[in-house]
């Protein structure tokens, strides 16, 4: 609720991944702080925000975006199916999103739905939607891989009645103007979480490899190990200052979409390798559950498929470069 800058954001969410051992917690907090309030904050009116944004900077509601669905990933704009219908001076929503971040626990979502089907992703607009409103329901609770402490489900609308005041922006303007500026946060700031799962599954690498002795001596003596151990703290720094550079671009008012995404792009693919190399140096160790690091390896998957995949992130900067 301070307005702090981007910067100022992506250090602290930094922070707080490196001090917590918990990936799962982090991506809650930022579904909710970044990826499901930062529309009303970019783009609601100032009547939306009184209504929403004290509440959800207290944390006395929770909040999510619904913009996957069940069939529709990458191509979540073009290939979208939940339809919502004006009706006076309410719009109808029918249709379903899936992987939904705080899903079973959220009090808010920013739900996108198409109102005009022969637009395109022009033809997507985005409403503020309350767990309270007559024909929402959530699925069940999804059992994933990584990331378990967050809750993910479904979200359903059936013939969903959401107040003409909860559009955000214009009608058909969901898209390309609220969609693309909050994605473009997500890509830098919560990026910054997979900085400090690195920092974190670094520092407990080195500290095992200073204690852990085979053939006579500390394993942090051995080559092997040394090489691994300066390749992570190189990736470390490049993808610290990717993802700083581009949250400077985004307080300066400068559009980074080439910046944002090689940040996303090159820190989440670092987090699994380092997070490959951290294991190696435990050895079987970090294929047991008591030991944080084969937490960690897992929770570093997820970040090269939520918020756009890789194959996307390149798509994006070689789109952006050729235009």
């Known amino acids: 609720g301070q307005g702090a800058s981007c910067l100022a954001t992506t250090l602290a969410t930094e922070g707080f991944s490196r001090g917590s051992t918990d990936g799962g917690l982090t991506l809650a907090w930022g579904a909710h702080t970044i990826i499901g309030s930062m529309p009303i904050v970019l783009c609601g009116n100032e009547d939306q925000k009184k209504r929403y944004l004290p509440s959800l900077a207290t944390g006395e509601k929770i909040a999510g975006l619904g913009l996957t669905e069940p ?70 609770k999804l059992n994933k891989m990584g990331m378990r402490t967050s809750t993910t489900s479904e ?32 890509r830098t700031v919560l990026v910054a ?36 151990i300066a390749r992570a703290r190189m990736k470390i720094d490049a993808s610290r200052l990717l993802v700083y550079s581009s949250a400077s671009k985004k307080d300066q008012g400068i559009p980074a979409p080439i910046e944002s995404s090689i940040a996303k792009l090159y820190a989440t693919e670092a987090a699994i390798e380092l997070g490959y190399d951290m294991g190696q140096i435990f050895g079987g160790y970090c294929f047991i559950h008591e030991y944080p690091v084969e937490r960690a390896y897992r929770d570093a998957r997820l970040g090269t498929l939520g918020g756009g995949t890789s194959e996307i992130m390149r798509s994006i900067i070689a789109a952006n470069l050729a235009s």
Do not use: C, H
């Not at 704009?77 to 009706?87: F, W």
């Open 71 to 140: 069939g529709s990933g990458s191509d979540a704009a073009g290939s979208m199916e939940t339809r919502a219908v004006k009706k006076g001076d309410r719009y109808i929503l029918n249709g379903s999103k899936m992987f939904i971040t705080n899903g079973p626990i959220g009090d808010v979502f920013t739900v996108m739905a198409v109102t005009d089907k022969n637009r395109g992703p022009m033809g997507v607009s985005v409403f503020i939607v309350e767990k309270d409103f007559k024909g929402f329901s959530t699925g069940k």
């Open 193 to 228: 979480s997979g900085v400090g799962f690195m920092q974190y599954m670094l520092s407990e690498a080195v500290n095992y490899a200073k204690a852990r002795k085979q053939f006579g001596e500390p394993i942090a003596r051995f080559q092997a190990i040394q090489d691994k």
């Open 155 to 186: 979200l359903i609308f059936e013939d969903m009645e959401v107040p003409e005041e909860n559009l955000i922006s214009k009608e058909n303007s969901g898209f390309l103007r609220v969609g693309k500026a909050t994605l473009e946060w997500e």
